[in-house]
């Protein structure tokens, strides 16, 4: 389950990060990881290690694209690879994977900004985050370096539990604890996806809004 940020928003906003074409750079990466994924799953008996080189490989693609077109061409990238009762978590950026069940909700990945850092220092509250004027601004995003570092993450699953992921365009304009409520009491799927972009919508709408619900059985 690759998502990687587009430059072709639901609804549109400010451009992320001074990057150009993402819906083409989202596209490549996407494509790349699947790739990847579909190909070395037979020879990589590790899932952590085979993500990794996966969105390592996108990183290369995108990259090459930009240099071809003279772009800035950058997008975020989030990759959970399911397998056992285990997710195998690979990310890039600000796009979150969070981890749903009972009463809880974790977000698993860490988000690659300014704001992010700032939060960490005790320098900002989430909150406050949520509407500083560069929550636009990542130090880290595939296609813009040669090499890339990619932090990946190993989450047990349960039965019952949910898999959200999810762009900055929702997060942002959604708290936690609705996601929680929605993804926890709406049993389709879709629709649970498509209350998360109305609401997200509803609130402002400023980014490109997807989200990505898996359940666990």
Not at 141 to 164: H, P, S
Not at 181 to 189: F, G, M, P, S, V
Request: with cysteine.
């Amino acid at each position: 389950m690759p998502y990687a940020r587009k430059g072709n928003p639901l609804r549109r906003g400010r451009r992320y990060g001074g990057h150009d074409a993402g819906e083409v750079a989202s596209r490549i990466a996407v494509e790349t990881v699947c790739q990847e994924v579909r190909e070395g799953a037979e020879r990589n008996n590790d899932p952590l290690s085979l993500i990794e080189h996966a969105v390592r490989q996108a990183n290369t693609a995108v990259k090459q694209e930009g240099t071809n077109r003279r772009s800035n061409m950058g997008t975020t990238l989030s990759v959970a690879f399911v397998a056992d009762h285990t997710a195998y978590i690979a990310n890039v950026g600000d796009s979150r994977v969070y981890w749903i069940e009972n009463g809880s909700i974790t977000q698993i990945t860490e988000d690659h900004s300014l704001v992010a850092k700032l939060v960490a220092a005790g320098k900002l509250t989430r909150e406050e985050a949520r509407n500083h004027p560069k929550s636009n601004l990542l130090y880290r995003t595939v296609g813009t370096d040669d090499t890339i570092k990619v932090d990946t993450f190993r989450v047990g699953l349960k039965k019952g539990g949910n898999i959200l992921l999810c762009t900055d365009g929702l997060w942002g304009e959604v708290t936690d604890q609705n996601i929680h409520q929605i993804c926890a009491t709406e049993t389709n799927l879709k629709k649970a996806c498509a209350r998360l972009v109305k609401i997200a919508n509803n609130n402002g709408g400023q980014d490109n809004i997807t989200a990505i619900v898996v359940k666990v059985v």
